[in-house]
């Protein structure tokens, strides 16, 4: 079970800190990864991190602007966005994989969450 929140209306140039709690299983043994839809656009790997944190991958449109960190004793994994653009509107998902690369290939998700709506508007 996976819950995002954090999401809301920011202005361009703003920030906002996407956190997702997860409960049901030990998520040190998961990699976990962000995931944005636009409407009318496929979804959208954003970030992943591997399961003791150690490792990293962004989607080339975030590079530099944010940053995926976990803290697995409050099994919690945050998403850090920088720099926001329109272009980052999209409801924002995250997702539990066995895997470190089935979270970066999209493939062999086990959990999903529900999403938090992310709008970057003036």
């Known amino acids: 079970h996976l819950v995002e929140s954090g999401g809301g209306l920011v202005q361009p140039g703003g920030s906002l800190r996407l956190s997702c709690a997860a409960s049901?299983?030990?998520?040190?043994?998961?990699?976990i990864g962000w995931f944005r839809q636009a409407p009318g656009k496929e979804r959208e790997r954003v970030s992943c991190i591997s399961g003791g944190g150690s490792n990293t991958n962004y989607g080339d449109s975030v590079k530099g602007r944010f940053t995926i960190s976990r803290d697995n004793a409050k099994k919690t994994v945050y998403l850090q966005m920088n720099s926001l653009t329109p272009e980052d509107t999209a409801i924002y998902y995250c997702?539990?994989?066995?895997?470190?690369?089935?979270?970066?290939?999209?493939?062999?998700?086990?959990?999903w969450g529900q999403g938090t709506q992310v709008t970057v508007s003036s």
């Open positions: 997702a539990a994989a066995g895997l470190f690369r089935d979270c970066v290939s999209n493939t062999g998700i086990n959990y």
């Open positions: 049901g299983f030990t998520l040190d043994y998961y990699a």
